[in-house]
Each structure stands twice: as structure tokens, then as C-alpha cells.
């Protein structure tokens, strides 16, 4: 196959940078496209967890999630840590004995699969992990060690910097309007909203949320999950926690520069009854102040309610598209603990053909033309 040589990756989130970068690294002419600024869309407003331990439904989806963690490893290696990458593990606890016993049994299968897991009580994690928490003493806690959460925006600014250091080339605030092909179908052009046209060999599609609609444009249906979620932040003068964890009813991590992140299901459950995203807000802190007291001290600066890019299935579609040569996807929710693996393995697939096995269950073309 011969190399492409120019590349529009359309969407400038976590996986459109991991790919964009990796491209990057391997000689191709690199073109970001995004309506916004590098990561400042639903990457900043994820949990941004790095992990597999929420990833036992399917046991290839589990291992491309354990990829995905070692490639972080590796990527804080190659482009240092600071101060995206936070390796500090991850806590989880239940707050009724049915959940409890669910959660134990997850975490043997998880122990059966090989991960690493430790299980303590509510007082030993106070005393040796957090002591802010307010956790019953026998409350059985489970702790993943190997997991770490990520500032997504930081990380997307350092690919980019990076990338565009190497020659790649940035178009912030435009959107792709349409995507020109040649007679046999392959990509051509990509017209931008902005007036502008580029000749490219191939598109990435990226685009998180706007996936879909990107799909359309070279008449690929792209079917995706509507799934808005509910992230908050609260501003705090000095963090009482560090490391993310799930507590009953809600989710909590430190966020650097003084802040939280907080996100809960059972809050995403409200967000057709509470047209107010305050109020949600709101809500989230007033749970996290039940799991960590000291937060109740600590005022929400934003909320924030974000359409996750999950396809139909709720797996990622990623890879070449056979009916559109020229045209790849990278579309995930789970695009935090994923962007460094898929943005690896896309890239050697465009630049030097060829597919990966951990990516065989996650082609595009399990969804109909």
C-alpha cells in the first residue's frame, strides 16, 4: 500500500491527537480539523479514567483496555508525564450488600484475567490511601493500582504542540462541510466550512459526537447511542483526595489546579427532568460531600452536560471503512484509556496497511453500509 500523503483528522479530541501524533511520528502530512480549540470539547468534560476493571463485558474489549493503559505508560515515557499523567490508582466500594457482592465477584473474574487487584477494608484505606473518606470501617474497598486518571486536555495540547512541531498543520474554529472522492470512490478533498478546500489521500474520522454526521458525508451510516452525561467541577483551595474513585451513588477525582471532577449515572439518569445544569451540579456535589466531607466546602465552578461518542453497540468502530477507500474511523467512548492504543495501531494500518488482532471485534464494517 503505498504511504498516503496527507491525512485530515477530523476532530482534535484525545483519539484524533493520539492518531493525529502517531501519523505524525511516521512521516505523513498531518491536517487537524476541529469547530473548537484542541481537547476543550467532550475531553475535557470526561471522567477521564484510565482503566479496564469496567471493561469485563466482552474479554477482547478487556484486552484492548489493558492495551490501552500499557500504551499510556509508554506515551508518558516517549512525551513525559507532567501534568497529564497521574498513575495514582483507583478506588471502589458499594453501598449495599447486593452491590457489594456484584463488585467482589468483579474483581475475581478481573484476578482470573490476570489484573491486579487488592482488597482492604474501609478503615485501612483511611489510614494508608485517603483519610478524608467517610467510609464504614468493614466496608470492603477495592483498589486497582495499576489504573490512573488523565487531564484530557492537557494531554491533547502536548500531541498537537507536538505534532504540529513536526510539520503537521492545525485548522481550529471550522467545521469539514463536505468530503470530495474520486470515481472509484476513494477521498479526495475535504471542503471546510470556512471556504477552504484541502486535496488529502485520507480522512480520520474523529469526530466524536459529530461522528455520525461526518460518516454521512461520504454516505456511510455510523449508527450511535444517545448518551449525554453530566460532569461538574468544584474549585477547591486544597484537594482532600488523591486518586479517583467510585463511591456509592458517584464518582470523584482530583482534576489538578485545584479542582474536582465529579460524574454520576444516577445524575445522567436526571438530565431530561433537570433542564438546568446547575442544578445538576448541584446534585453531583451533594453527593460527593456524602463520600468526602471536606468537598462540601468546596463550591461547583462549572457543570457541564456532554454528548458521549458511543456507537450503537457500545464498542468502538475503528478502522478502514472497505466501501470508501481512503476514509478510517476512531470513534470510542471509552476514548480516554483508549486514545494511545487505537491511535497507535490506526495509524500503522493507514501508513503500512495490515489490521491488528486487538482490534478485529471493533471493525467499522460490522455496522451495514
Known sequence: MERPERVAVIGVGILGACVGWNLSRLGAEVVFIDTGRPGEGVTNWSFSWVNASNKATRKTYFDLNVAGMAAHRELAGIIGPD???????HLRWAGDPA????????????????????????????????????????????????????????????LVEQAVASGAELRSGTAVRAI???????????????GGSLDVDVVVNAAGPSASHVAGLVTRRLPMRPEPGVVARISCAQVPLHRAMHAPHIEIRPDGDGSVVLHSREIDALIDAVEDPAELGRRLHELARHAVPELGGCPVAETRVANRPIPADGFPSVGAVPSVPGYYEAVSHSGITLGPVIGRLLASEILRGGTDELLADFRPERFAP
Request: charged residues 25%.
Open 83 to 89: 501534568p497529564w499523567w497521574h498513575p495514582s490508582g
Open 99 to 158: 452491590a457489594q457482592t456484584r463488585l467482589l465477584e468483579t474483581t475475581e473474574l478481573l484476578a482470573d484475567w490476570g489484573y491486579r487487584v487488592e482488597l482492604s477494608t474501609g478503615a485501612e484505606v483511611r489510614r494508608r490511601l485517603e483519610p478524608g473518606l467517610a467510609i464504614p470501617d468493614e466496608v470492603p474497598v477495592v483498589f486497582y493500582p495499576d489504573e490512573a486518571w488523565v487531564h484530557g486536555r492537557h494531554l491533547v495540547r502536548r
Open 180 to 194: 470530495g472522492t474520486a470515481a472509484d470512490g476513494s477521498v479526495q478533498t475535504v471542503a471546510l466550512s470556512n
